[in-house]
Nanobody
Framework: HVQLVESGGGSVQPGGSLRLSCEASGDFSLMYWMGWYRQAPGREREGVAHIDRNGVEAFADSVKGRATITRDNAKNTIFLQMNSLIPDDTGTYYC???????????????????WGQGTQVTVS
């Protein structure tokens, strides 16, 4: 079993920055990839940024150059730093993890198996 707890959401002005955190607990063999998805009202859930246990990263085209993802394996925590925020970044951000050893290209377009409850980010 896996538990994921997100923190750090809130309201941000356009051009601002945010930092989200996700702490994981449970069976760490199920956490090869960890990452972030987001979903805005009326839109499909999309992968934002993922990182595997070796530090390989994957980003959605919409956030490349604006997002940084880091992972602390000792603390089972990942962080998402996003800069130059735009209103389209608004949504509920979910932390997720999966034990499958995807390639980066497959990971960003896959749906991970284990999910947190989500944290709201509003850019306006």
């Amino acid at each position: 079993h896996v538990q994921l707890v997100e923190s750090g959401g809130g309201s941000v002005q356009p051009g601002g920055s945010l930092r989200l955190s996700c702490e994981a607990s449970g069976d760490f063999s199920l956490m090869y990839w960890m990452g972030w998805y987001r979903q805005a009202p009326g839109r499909e859930r999309e992968g934002v940024a993922h990182i595997d246990r070796n530090g390989v990263e994957a980003f959605a085209d919409s956030v490349k150059g604006r997002a940084t993802i880091t992972r602390d394996n000792a603390k089972n925590t990942i962080f998402l730093q996003m800069n130059s925020l735009i209103p389209d970044d608004t949504g509920t951000y979910y932390c997720a993890t999966d034990g499958r050893p995807f390639t980066a290209r497959v990971a960003i377009s896959s749906i991970f198996r284990y999910w947190g409850q989500g944290t709201q980010v509003t850019v306006s």
